[in-house]
């Protein structure tokens, strides 16, 4: 059995028991909330505190990999144009998209409020101030003051700047400070997995105090939050469709016929890198140069996840809806930018870690609590599916528009 799967049978159990509990006797139900809720704070706990180290230091050793990366050639940087300009359209269409959805089909409020009761240790965040307070606090005075404070936005900028800083200077110093941010990176990495074994006991006593104190209607909300996060990527696998057509001038029936196959890998496995084989076949019926395909495909699989900045927000968002705030337009932009800068360091991680490593810094800078993120993590397994699947779509549609590009610009010059 997958720690998934056991992740998500301990999110079910610790449901059905609290409910079941409840019902049959509420005062010992009670009493179970009162052993329950401290061993999953303590839990959340664990995973709350690996956020700013795991974040700077994937962002420091993935920025200066992309950079690398990008000096290997016309086309290598020319991808890495097309993966950021991509993820931030994905981005920006959940911030645009999910509400709209929530406003069309709301979440059920009586749910709503049993869940948040259930999680009331989860206090909302302190919100960005007014935006022109946020405009002239972007770049921190004091970058260990706003680790502090959780200014994750102007952590992440300095930290980009740091980790552009590292490539300009000499070979020996750059090799130094790689090798050191490499081994924190590392030991976060295995502390997450140790808090991550966990998981299942964390999960449950998170899942026994929800339907212990929100009783049945726990199932419907979940349903309802994994239904809206899926939407998202599946819009973002459409998006592929399109940006395919007018990217990459492919003719739709042509690019579904060659992506099709790999859809079928991804929804069997979860993996872009088990759909990469046939994504090279794919590439073979849209005509893609054979250089071009085998240098930018294992690209995206290694560095581009465009659900992984779009669903994230999302998320984030539906958080944000679930305990009643209403996001102002200089928290939903810090939201966007954050979730795609996230996204430049945790691409080929497990999707277990870069759930909370990436979706935690966004919901501190839309102003919402991270903690139902160690119950929505159980749930992921669904929602895992739609993200890979717009992940293989875009990889190949990001492929496909980057060699005509790299058609055209190279007929062009003399």
Known sequence: MSRAT??????????????????????????????????GTLWLNGLQMTVIPLVVTLLITGVT????????????????????????????????????????????????????????????????????????????????????????LSLILFTLAFAFAITRIEGEGRALLLRFFTAIRDAMLVLIGWVLWLAPLGVFALAFVVGASAGGGAFGALAHYIAIIASIGVIVMLMAYGVAMLGARVPLARFARALAPAQAVAISTQSSLASLPAMVEGAKVLRIAPG???????????????????????????????????????????????ATLCSLGS???????????????????????????????????????????????MDLAATATVSRASRTIDEDTP
Not at 28 to 38: D, I, T
Not at 70 to 76: L, M, P, T, V
């Open 6 to 39: 056991l992740i998500l049978l301990c999110l079910a159990a610790g449901l059905l028991v609290g409910v079941g509990l409840a019902a049959a006797s509420p005062g010992l139900a009670q009493a179970g909330v009162a052993v329950a809720r401290p061993v």
């Open 65 to 152: 990999a992309t950079a690398e990366a990008a000096q290997a050639g016309r086309i290598a940087a020319r991808a890495i144009l097309t993966f950021l300009i991509l993820v931030t359209l994905t981005a920006t269409m959940a911030a645009v998209v999910t509400p709209a959805l929530l406003h069309a089909v709301p979440i059920p409020r009586d749910a709503a409020e049993a869940l948040k009761a259930a999680l009331g240790h989860a206090e909302p965040v302190a919100a960005p101030p007014p935006i022109a307070e946020f405009v002239t606090g972007i770049v921190p005075t004091n970058i260990f003051a706003a680790a502090t404070n959780n200014a994750l």
């Open 292 to 338: 071009t395909a085998s240098l930018v495909l294992p690209m995206a699989v290694a560095m581009f996840r465009a659900t992984q900045p779009a669903m994230n927000v999302a998320v984030a968002l539906y958080i944000a809806d679930w305990f009643g705030i209403v996001p102002g337009m200089a928290s939903v932009a810090a939201a966007v930018v954050v």
């Open 347 to 393: 691409a080929s991680l497990p999707s277990q870690i870069t759930f909370f490593a990436s979706i935690a810094p966004v919901c501190v800078a839309l102003g919402v609590p991270a903690a139902p993120l160690g119950l929505l993590i159980a749930v992921e397994t669904i929602p895992d599916i739609f993200r890979t699947l717009g992940n293989v779509s």
